[in-house]
């Protein structure tokens, strides 16, 4: 870590909660107290350069200490294989960097108005790691009304770009006065929602769609201390 030789090491009373959301029953694991030091990522971070390196994410990123990924993967790769009943692997990271959303409301393009999947991969994993304090928001994940779907794999797709297509210029499509997606819009259904407490990780699969919940009054700041900083990570299964 850029701000030290202190090692990162997870909680000792770090508490579980396996949960499964919508019709589908999606896999959500939540964990708190997920770091002994959660300081240390912090000040880690206070020194770090971000940048907007994405034409999706609203916001700026700044890669995370590769001593992260270790203490997740340690601490958590057994449960996670077990809990989103993967098939036989190894678990690495392909993302893994801290963020901050930093786009005004009314500055957003339509596909950061929506909710969004990452992959059709059934077996990716997403993790969000909260690190701010105060009501910055959280997770929420939803359902497309029209097609019903709460995940899309390859088989759903095409019916749901199809669906999206044809919702696009319609009335219920977002305008830029809407600002970030909290709960139910007239095309998608907020089946859950993670609350975004310091220092909490969630875990779920990579093709649910999702969207983080952005409050009216969440700090948009770019800087570390102040914002909305999260850690955020693509967790991948290697055959």
């Known amino acids: 870590m850029t701000g030290g030789s202190t090692k990162l090491q997870s909680h000792t009373a770090m508490q579980l909660q396996q949960r499964h959301i919508g019709h589908e029953q999606s896999p959500l694991l939540i964990v708190d107290n997920f770091i002994a030091k959660p300081e240390l990522l912090l000040a880690d971070a ?28 340690q601490s958590l790769a057994p449960l996670l294989s077990e809990f989103f ?10 993302v893994c960097h801290y963020s901050l959303v930093t786009t005004p409301p009314d500055q957003l393009k339509l596909l950061q108005r929506i909710p969004h999947f990452d992959t059709t991969e059934r077996h990716a994993l997403a993790a969000v790691h909260y690190l701010f304090h105060d ?4 997770t929420a994940f939803y359902r497309h009304r029209k097609t019903g779907f709460e995940t899309i794999d390859n ?4 019916v749901y770009f199809r669906a999206m297509e044809a919702e696009n210029g319609g009335p219920n499509i977002p305008g830029r006065d809407a600002g970030y997606i909290n709960g139910d819009t007239p ?7 993670a609350e975004g407490v310091f220092n909490r990780l969630i875990i779920y699969r990579r093709h649910a769609l999702h969207s983080g919940s952005i409050p009216p009054g969440a700090n948009l ?3 570390p201390a102040q914002g909305r ?10 055959p």
């Open 46 to 73: 206070g020194q770090r350069r971000f940048v907007a390196n994405s034409p999706y994410y609203p916001g700026v990123r700044a890669p995370a200490p590769q001593a992260y990924q270790q203490v997740l993967l």
């Open 85 to 94: 009943a993967l098939p036989a692997g190894t678990l690495s990271f392909s």
């Open 135 to 138: 009501d910055q928001g959280g």
């Open 155 to 158: 088989n759903r797709a095409p």
């Open 187 to 193: 095309l998608f259904t907020q089946i859950a929602a």
């Open 221 to 223: 700041s770019a800087d």
């Open 229 to 238: 900083l999260t850690i955020s990570s693509f967790i991948d299964l290697q």
